[in-house]
């Protein structure tokens, strides 16, 4: 009934912008708003052949196919958007509930005066995104967008109301399948230099923020060794937040707290969460260096309690660790918070060395550094009835002592003539895939090496080949790979790629095999065309903060995007 | 329901009818990196192109493609009087490297911080890089998805035909 409600609003809405365009001068003004249609299109199409070499898995249907199309209508202060989704079934690696064609999303937008309000699906996030975040990430299957009410309003420059009232999505099965808590939220930010004009020019630039969102679940009574326990109808939290920009300095900091909220992640104790996010930058031309510290205790924060993994999340909590870009590197061992407790640093240093410089050459040369490492949380063990309710007492905000992850890695860019240049990265890895379980090979610290060459000769104005030569090297898990990379583009049309993985360091010499994969791929303006074919091995697929596990498979892929 | 559906896969049709060819900037509230609040729909250049391209910290292409931009930045401003706005789509995961990392390789682009792609999902964008290059009249009329080396060629092209 309500979608259907909010389906007829949309339509009775770009009709009425329709009739209103058609006469355009009737009302004497010859500077009526422009209608505009903006939107998109992924067909994501792929086949799958049987290939028990590489554990490939097949589906029922041997194919699977996920789509989408945008439509976001603007006239004036009024936005209507709507999206349609179809799995026929989903891919592989997707959550596999998603399932039919329908409508993914639905909403029509005011804007006016310092007064935005949405009404039906949207996407929004509050400072950091610890207490609040929904968003889309198409290419992951990720969608936990609030189904309701935003409102956000400028009463001043500077400063900035929100407020959000829904339910959030969870599935789609021919339609919108959301969660039946209710997500409730509010947030205000204050940049003191805008607000007051007298600030206007300072070098010191202050930002202000606070939040609260709150979550509504109905809520029942457990019993656990005897003891029964009820679960909260509502759950609370609440987040501040700093900004300070000095010249070249920048402090971003936030802290969240979140009371009461038992739950799957947690094993359902009753201990406050908090959230602990800063970071320092310093920059100047030709030099980048940023510190972060993050610390997280009992963060997970979802619209269902009983919800797990990437269901219903109402905040966002990425890694503290570099996402990495080439290959082996971001595919084999990605690093994902702990959302149950973990405590990080990390730092970057980018460095150009001056064109003529004696490093720098005639081109200039390009020097990155990172390093962070993550360990558990400095807690102890409590026992008895305080175990059942709390789960463990936190000591401090320093490393406990189980290494999650450390992750140093140094990159180098080199543009050596007006044909040739060069990328070289090193990357070094301790990972903990107990706490990560990345693979099912191996349980316990991953010590690896990964060498990256990137190599690029642009021999005329429009054709290039790249070549990318990737070593990893570790005596844990599925031991040695390399990677090798060939590619032609002709500019600005098309591209041919051919990639083999080859993990020739397996002790088992059954599974040293070549994972041979090759793309075409054709691109004319905002349309692009890409069919692949081959054998892609099992991995996880970053995109942003965010990453899924995506099996192994063997067979033809189609991807189709367009943008108007 | 079907009835519905049928109205709402019209309405786009019905109103491309009236809609302009070409379609304007989305309004949607950013922030630069010096924390001040930008409203996409107001993004001008007195009457000459403007490009926006989407890129993050962690996409090779997209850094690829605005560091060959920034070479050749100082020419395309003097022959079109072009302004390039850089929209990072990073996400908290890395937008804290952006400012660093932007000041180290010395672009002069505008940068624009969309960190929940409210602005790329409201442009079309699916994935990075995508460029669009907008008009004198704040109307797109050329995108390109995807970056290979000598796209920057095409781009000089679609540029000077503006001027012309």
New interface residues.
Partial sequence: MKN?LL??F??LF??A??IA??SPGSSGENSAP???????F?VLFQQYSPDSLIGAQVPDAEAALNSFG?????YGNL?AG?RFESYHNAILGFPNRFKGSG?GSRYVRY?NDGLDITVGNF???FG??MAL?T??E??LGIDNALDGVRIIY?PY??I?LKGVYGQQRLDFDSKIINTEGLVRGGDAEI?M??LIPKLADKDL?V?LGGSFVSKYQAGTTVERDSNIFTLPNNVGATGARL?L?YKNL?F?GEYVTKINDPNADNNYIYKNGQGI?T?L??????????L?AKYVDNMAFRSDRDALLFDAPIN?L???T????YNLAATLYPYATVLNGECGVSG?I???FKKDSPLGGKYGT?L?LNAAAVNSLDTSHVGGREELINGYQTNSFFFGKTKYVRDVNLEIRKKISKEWSLTYVHYYFEFNTLVTPVTQDFKGLVYTHIDVADI?Y?F?????I?MELQSLMTDQDKGNWVTGLLEY????H??VAVIDQYNYGNVDEDKRVHYLYGNV?Y?K????FMIGYGKRRAGIFCI??VCRAVPASNGIEINI?S?? | MKKILLLLLAAPLVLSMNTTQVASIPSIMLKDLDGNSVDTGKLSNDGKPILICFWATWCSPCKKELNVYAEQYADWQEETGVKIYAVTIDDQRSVNSVKPYVNSVAWDFDILLDVNKTFSQAMGVVSPPHTFLIDGSGNVIWQHVGYNAGDEEEVHEQLLKLKH
């Fill in positions: 259907s389906i007829s949309f339509s770009v009709f912008a329709a365009q058609e422009k209608g505009q249609l903006h939107g998109n992924q945008n439509f976001t209508y603007n936005t709507v409508i804007n996407y929004e996030q950091t995104g975040r968003y889309w198409p290419n400028r420059q500077g900035s940049f230099n805008e630039k930002t900004g920009i920048q971003t996010f970071n930058t310093y920059s100047q031309k030709g030099l980048g260096i940023t972060n966002f990425p890694a503290i570099r996402q990495h870009t970057e980018f460095y150009m390009y990155s690029q642009k005329r104005p429009k054709h290039a790249r583009t002709f500019s600005p098309w591209s791929g691109s303006g905002a349309n692009r942003g903060g995007t943008s108007f």
